[in-house]
T-cell receptor, first 117, second 114 residues
Framework: GAVVSQHPSWVICKSGTSVKIECRSL??????MFWYRQFPKQSLMLMAT?????????EQGVEKDKFLINHASLTLSTLTVTSAHPEDSSFYIC?????????????FGNGTRLTVT | AQSVAQPEDQVNVAEGNPLTVKCTYS??????LFWYVQYPNRGLQFLLKYITGDNLVKGSYGFEAEFNKSQTSFHLKKPSALVSDSALYFCAVRDNSGNTPLVFGKGTRLSVIA
């Protein structure tokens, strides 16, 4: 149980275009989802916390107009990278808790590798 | 502020030998500690966690970790390494004061050599 599905697994886009990444909790409801960014040989950086039915909470230094997050249902959160540039190329990973307890583990999607040319 | 240190970028172990991946942490309150494993181009998989209770925690795939409060450490261990254990391992911590974000270490790449 507790499967998080992320789509697409990889995407190549041209500079200036927008890309949408979907994160779905397949067998549980997630009022909160988390979006991370991972650079090569580096750790995960929390970008934002996605809250169902309300605005996302962005970490310091993350542009909310650049990385649009929508959490319209209890099983789906989307991250849209707007007007993508080559420096946005990275591995984006979403996660969610299957249980409401704060000490329950996060379940991660398989990530999306974005390459902006 | 919360922080996690994984002092080793790379750990090399011969198959069949015991392995240890080190992790130390810093939190203002009591810690919730986690280990995750990441295979190439994949998300992270949960291995084990420490919340409270017994300091020795057993997890998936034969891994275990020992919580040491005095040394603020949570090292990951396995008695006998397998080649298939080769992956990137992340230690993570958050405190128990509320819905604070999970903070990850920079990761340790484990290579198990046949």
């Amino acid at each position: 149980g507790a499967v998080v599905s992320q789509h697409p697994s990889w995407v190549i886009c041209k500079s200036g275009t927008s890309v949408k990444i979907e994160c779905r909790s397949l067998d549980f409801q997630a009022t909160t989802m988390f979006w991370y960014r991972q650079f090569p040989k580096q750790s995960l950086m929390l970008m934002a916390t996605s809250n169902e039915g309300s605005k996302a909470t962005y970490e310091q230094g993350v542009e909310k107009d650049k990385f649009l997050i929508n959490h319209a249902s209890l099983t789906l959160s989307t991250l849209t990278v707007t007007s993508a540039h080559p420096e946005d190329s990275s591995f984006y990973i979403c996660s969610a808790r299957a249980e409401s307890s704060y000490n329950s583990p996060l379940h991660f999607g398989n990530g999306t590798r974005l390459t902006v040319t | 502020a919360q922080s996690v240190a994984q002092p080793e970028d790379q750990v090399n172990v011969a198959e069949g030998n015991p392995l240890t991946v080190k992790c130390t942490y810093s939190v203002s309150g009591n810690p919730y500690l986690f280990w995750y494993v990441q295979y190439p181009n994949r998300g992270l998989q949960f291995l084990l966690k420490y919340i409270t209770g017994d300091n020795l925690v057993k997890g998936s795939y034969g891994f275990e970790a020992e919580f040491n409060k005095s040394q603020t450490s949570f090292h990951l261990k396995k008695p006998s390494a397998l080649v298939s254990d080769s992956a990137l391992y992340f230690c993570a911590v958050r405190d128990n004061s509320g819905n604070t974000p999970l903070v990850f270490g920079k990761g340790t790449r484990l290579s198990v050599i046949a």
